[in-house]
């Protein structure tokens, strides 16, 4: 007890103090900075400002103790917290602010390709200039740092760094994971992130081996018009053309209603679709669940909803559904199937009966332009005669928008519409980039509502978008971000294009649509729309998932208010 004693009133010393002082500082300081932009700019969290100093405070304790070892002990931590506070000082300039826990699961499941292009198209001289000196500014205080108790015995500073190890370990990130600190401190974030990145995808995989095991289950849709349990056609057409059920799913990318022509922007950015616009159903205020892919997809392809996720054992995803219901399912991409880890995207996907995806045939090399699914599609309806249900995921206009469109569609070059704002000329080649991907994403979208006129008789088409991005409509951003949503990344297409004979098939059903198309919708709902729609009876134990009330094509549809946003 006296030696203790003896610590602390060395400890108290003047000189002894000011050097504990700027140790604590050293390692506060890149959270620190982190803490404070965040609540005095954006989120007023003083949870994250006291999180960040208590966390500080436990990884000082080991410097009391530490003589000639301190030093690189403090750059030791220093090296750790560099990448996860670098990665929210960033997002902070890009996106104006925090970063999420769901922001690192993109990380997880990105692949090299895209890092590159967010590389390019975000990392400039003006970000630099603001990272390079806020890495460096720790060191202010590193050479006023000095040992605060010389000659500790080893006993004790074996002690103090076995304190600190567990603390880190299991402390701070069971905390996270228990959410007592969730979202209070990007360190603690950082460090929890990958557990809760592996409980969702564990979950999502245990649902979709369950759904695999019981997928021999099937539903006769024999009375349904098309639909042949031999799967040959069902009258004498063009070898060509096959009249059994086909529905195709058109998923995009980043592709917001407000730079396209067709909901009134005012650039040509739809010359096709809108040529079409007679023989659409054009659906006006449907918006996402999520401002980016992942958690869009997992909600768009479950029998979850923006309000209320299922568990991974009892919930049935929609592919699932249409397998159990005798139709063919497959999955068509122009996205990389898996990134650094599995994907959501790889799991749920991997539940079609057949899979393809044009990155994986490039060994992950090169950026194929969306037209490249065209023969696949093609293909496909040519070749197989049975019901099924095909899913497109085109690359759309996921940034770098350059690489999104071939030379010849390169059609805007001058300055923006009027509404763009404080424009110069680096945000306006910006917006003409993306106004050419939605240009050459018309192409590829009427290109596939065509093919199905063309080879399918009995056929729905439809277009919707993962997320929208917004590019300097109202403000200086350039993106999406959970956590600064605005319409312009939430409000999506949602337009549908249907055969003539499927029309005739489902009159009353088709008669209504125009009725529909000012509904307040969201896409988390897809799968309870798309199950209404195609109308396979669907087992009695998942009759309590499927909700009719929640598919905007049915007379019992009811809007909700998760689906008004603004």
Known sequence: MKRWTEYLNSI??????????????FIWSLNGVNDLLSYFLFAKEESRILTGIGLSL??????????????????????????????????????????????????????????????????????????????AFPFLFFSRIKPVLAGTRKKIILIALCTMYLLLLFAFPLAGRLALLKYNNYYVDAACSYWYYADETNNLRKGAELRKRNSEYKIDLSNQPGFTKTGSPTSSLDSTKTNTLTYLIIIGESTGKYHMSIY????????????????LYIFNHVISPNAHTIPCLEKMLTLSNSQHKLAPDSGESLISVFNKAGYNTYWISNQNKLGINETAISILSGEARNAYFEKNQLKGIGNPHDDCLLPVIKDVLIKDHRPKIIFIHLIGTHQDYKFRYPKEYAIFNGIPPEHFTGINEAKSNMINEYDNAITYNDYVVSSIFGLARQYAEYSLALYLSDHGDEVYEERDFLGHAEGNKSKYMMEIPFI???SDPFKKANKEYVANLNNDLNRSYCSADLAHSLIDIAKPNIPKSDSAQFDETRSIFSLKYKERDEYKYW
């Open 496 to 498: 549908l294009w249907i």
């Open 264 to 279: 009134g922007y005012e650039r040509k950015t739809n010359p096709l679709l809108t040529s079409l616009k007679n023989n």
């Open 58 to 135: 436990i990884l000082t304790i080991p410097g009391l103790f530490l003589n000639k070892s301190l030093k690189p002990y403090l750059l030791l931590i220093y090296l750790l917290e560099l990448c996860p506070s670098i990665a929210f000082f960033i997002h902070l300039i890009l996106y104006k602010c925090p970063i999420l826990n769901e922001n690192y699961f993109i990380f997880y499941e990105t692949s090299t390709q895209e890092i590159m292009e967010f590389t390019y198209q975000n990392i400039n001289l003006k970000l630099l200039a603001f990272t390079i000196p806020y890495a």
């Open 12 to 25: 108290l010393k003047k000189r002894n103090f000011y050097a504990l002082f700027f140790i604590f500082l």
